[in-house]
């Protein structure tokens, strides 16, 4: 039986596997992207590991999901801002030289919600929207049963959707954009900002209590204890663990997360009426309590969602979604999606 | 030649009219929905009305836009904010029954989009958004050469998404929705309320002045010459002109109305990535200056948009864009569009 490789090109790490029909990843390697020595370099390594796969089965067609606005057509990524040096590099045209397959690449957002689709979250819906939340927010949508990618190739940026008009500024030069306040270093950053104030108010509190004989009622955040006492450890997973231990801070954070996250939601279910939302990616690793805020944020606007058909889970795919979307890209490309 | 009829109905008026295979309006009726009497008594007064036209030319099919949530499969109108009693009436059935003609609906903002695509500012375009700006804000996309209906035939709801998260409380449950910014009533309003405070501010600095025996160098706005001196004739229109004439309180409303609308359009073009933006409805009476502050505002979200084909116009049929669509429905329905 053959498969494909599906190829997932982060600014940190390329991952690759081989995918059959079913969509499990039969096998899969994984490479420093190293960004900053440029697209050529890392296209001989991925090669080699390409042929490490092709040893294993018969390969039919590689997709490649790359951080960064692509050019479906021609396969050449435009403005990557997490891989400097590749703009204008033509991905398809650099892997079919070196492989001799036929090679299909696009956003990874889009290779993502294909994936969750296809053999995720996703299955059986018409009209589907994926959000993949981490370092950036990335989102692609599955319209009339067709992936869908804009005039342009750039579809379903959600991450830079205005929810704040007055807003901080982002890195894009709008203000008030949804990955101003859902990204992993934002996110990260009010942690610590809410453990430290706590930590603050607690001392303050007892420093009063001893003078008056008594003890602080208020229990210290667990995060100290988990994230280290400079909170250097703190991620997404473990303000997702807090959290779910009942920690007030951790909690906080992550109910305002969920807040924020649910109107950029809002954003894409009033435009694009999916009947299901799928969230992936590392911020995802909050769990639980982020899905129960989100819903809460939507069903709050009340009227205009009443009755509708509409779902919010999390993505089945975990860390696969990528692998899994890229290699069914030439199928689904190839259909002019 | 045949023709069909496209239907418009409104929370104030109904439109109809006979629309030839060019998208021309051949000839036309306008009834008082009188939306507080219900359906029943309407589809009596607007079935006497397609007859009329139908002595006129033979008539292959009915298509009707309506304002409000409408299951474009049964024909069903939903939550219909403008038609009160109108909730769950069957539109389709109703007029078939009445005509013997095949019917079709959909939302009226759908309706407008498909006109504008098929015979208005979006001709050759295969991923559009059109707007209607009146007293509130529909929209309307065609996505991959077809229209977007999403799962619950709710797409294209633009004025409910949100742009500022703790803004003013809008109808719909919400907070900062668009349409608390750029919705008819919302513009003039502010426009009101800057004419008052211009005159106020003028009154006090004249006494200054004639203390000092000197004038005082600020106009007073237009807009109390055009409107009356307590502003009861305001409307979009009469602001547009004051706007254009170079009344500056009016421009500056003009240009703030622009700066909101402009974020709505960053979203949609962040998650859809149309090539045109079509503005239609009476808000679109403000004129150059409006689609000037637009695409300022749009532009201004630099990185994300850079070197992308995306065009922001006026619609090109004005109030009979929702006629001519709903002309269209049927072939464009019949298709699942």
Same mark, same amino acid.
């Given at each position: 039986?053959?498969?494909?490789?599906?190829?997932?090109?982060?600014?940190?790490?390329?991952?690759?596997?081989?995918?059959?029909?079913? @969509?499990? #990843?039969?096998?899969?390697?994984? &490479?420093?992207?190293?960004? +900053?020595? !440029?697209? /050529? =370099? *890392?296209?001989?390594?991925?090669?080699?590991?390409?042929?490490?796969?092709?040893?294993?089965?018969?390969?039919?067609?590689?997709?490649?999901?790359?951080?960064?606005?692509?050019?479906?057509?021609? @396969?050449? #990524?435009?403005?990557?801002?997490? &891989?400097?040096?590749?703009? +204008?590099? !033509?991905? /398809? =045209? *650099?892997?079919?030289?070196?492989?001799?397959?036929?090679?299909?690449?696009?956003?990874?957002?889009?290779?993502?919600?294909?994936?969750?689709?296809?053999?995720?979250?996703?299955?059986?819906?018409?009209?589907?929207?994926?959000?993949?939340?981490?370092?950036?927010?990335?989102? +692609?949508?599955?319209?009339?049963?067709?992936?869908?990618?804009?005039?342009?190739?750039?579809?379903?940026?959600?991450?830079?959707?205005?929810?704040?008009?007055?807003?901080?500024?982002?890195?894009?030069?709008?203000?008030?954009?949804?990955?101003?306040?859902?990204?992993?270093?934002?996110?990260?950053?009010?942690?610590?900002?809410?453990?430290?104030?706590?930590?603050?108010?607690?001392?303050?509190?007892?420093?009063?209590?001893?003078?008056?004989?008594?003890?602080?009622?208020?229990?210290?955040?667990?995060?100290?204890?988990?994230?280290?006492?400079?909170?250097?450890?703190?991620?997404?997973?473990?303000?997702?663990?807090?959290?779910?231990?009942?920690?007030?801070?951790?909690?906080?954070?992550?109910?305002?997360?969920?807040?924020?996250?649910?109107?950029?939601?809002?954003?894409?279910?009033?435009?694009?009426?999916?009947?299901?939302?799928?969230?992936?990616?590392?911020?995802?690793?909050?769990?639980?309590?982020?899905?129960?805020?989100?819903?809460?944020?939507?069903?709050?606007?009340?009227?205009?969602?009443?009755?509708?058909?509409?779902?919010?889970?999390?993505?089945?795919?975990?860390?696969?979604?990528?692998?899994?979307?890229?290699?069914?890209?030439?199928?689904?490309?190839?259909?002019?999606?």
């Amino acid at each position: 039986m053959s498969c494909d490789i599906g190829i997932d090109i982060g600014g940190t790490n390329i991952k690759l596997g081989l995918v059959d029909a079913q @969509g499990s #990843v039969v096998a899969r390697r994984r &490479l420093d992207t190293r960004a +900053g020595l !440029g697209p /050529k =370099r *890392a296209m001989v390594r991925l090669g080699a590991a390409i042929e490490e796969l092709r040893a294993l089965k018969r390969v039919r067609s590689v997709g490649v999901g790359i951080a960064g606005l692509v050019d479906h057509e021609h @396969g050449v #990524v435009r403005v990557p801002p997490n &891989l400097p040096g590749w703009h +204008g590099f !033509g991905v /398809k =045209r *650099a892997l079919e030289d070196m492989t001799g397959l036929p090679v299909w690449c696009s956003n990874d957002a889009n290779a993502v919600c294909l994936g969750e689709w296809l053999h995720g979250a996703g299955r059986g819906c018409d009209n589907l929207f994926s959000l993949t939340l981490g370092t950036g927010c990335g989102g +692609g949508a599955i319209v009339n049963g067709r992936l869908l990618l804009g005039a342009n190739h750039a579809a379903g940026e959600l991450g830079h959707t205005v929810i704040q008009a007055d807003g901080p500024e982002c890195r894009c030069g709008g203000k008030g954009c949804l990955e101003r306040y859902v990204g992993a270093k934002y996110v990260i950053q009010r942690a610590k900002q809410a453990a430290r104030r706590q930590a603050r108010r607690i001392r303050v509190h007892r420093n009063q209590m001893s003078f008056l004989g008594d003890a602080a009622h208020d229990r210290l955040t667990m995060l100290f204890e988990l994230a280290g006492p400079r909170l250097s450890k703190l991620d997404a997973r473990l303000l997702g663990i807090a959290a779910r231990k009942g920690d007030r801070v951790a909690n906080e954070v992550v109910e305002e997360t969920g807040y924020y996250l649910g109107l950029g939601i809002v954003n894409v279910v009033a435009l694009l009426d999916p009947e299901r939302v799928v969230i992936g990616g590392g911020v995802s690793g909050l769990g639980r309590p982020l899905l129960r805020s989100v819903r809460k944020t939507v069903l709050s606007r009340g009227q205009i969602f009443t009755g509708r058909k509409l779902d919010i889970v999390f993505g089945e795919l975990g860390n696969d979604a990528g692998i899994v979307g890229a290699a069914r890209l030439g199928r689904w490309l190839r259909r002019r999606v």
